[in-house]
């Protein structure tokens, strides 16, 4: 195994840990590629997952960014570890009408106890549509 991959146990918790989380479920979201310290999810938009002007909701937006990183995160604990968001700063770049978003996280810094990631959100024409940055901070 590369320090680019992932080994097969963790890939699977990851897999399960993703398919135990019923709000992804709820929303429609895909895990993508994942490698160490980065995760790739994507979501098909919706007609249910847009405000009244007939644009995704920044919230479903947020979501995906937030999951993207906490996979992100997860690729790098050990199996007894927990995280949660301890900060999330999001720039909105252009309006999503319809297609599919990947959200792609990756890992600034990882500490000890916190994580800086910064996320970029793509539309399926490639235009960046938001950017952020999150932090993490494992749960003692």
Partial sequence: MSES???ELRLARI???FASVPYATFL???LGEMKPG??????EVRDELKQNQGVVH???????????SAFAVVTQLEPDERVTTTDLTIHYL??????????TARTVRAGRRLFVLSVEVMDDRKKLVATAVTT????R
């Fill in 15 to 17: 897999h399960e840990a």
């Fill in 94 to 103: 252009r309006p999503v009408f319809s297609g599919r978003l990947t959200a």
């Fill in 5 to 7: 991959e992932l080994d």
């Fill in 58 to 68: 920044g919230g479903v937006v947020a979501s995906l960014i937030d999951t993207a």
């Fill in 136 to 139: 993490y901070i494992k749960l």
């Fill in 38 to 43: 980065e995760a790739s999810l994507h979501l």
């Fill in 28 to 30: 429609g979201l895909e």
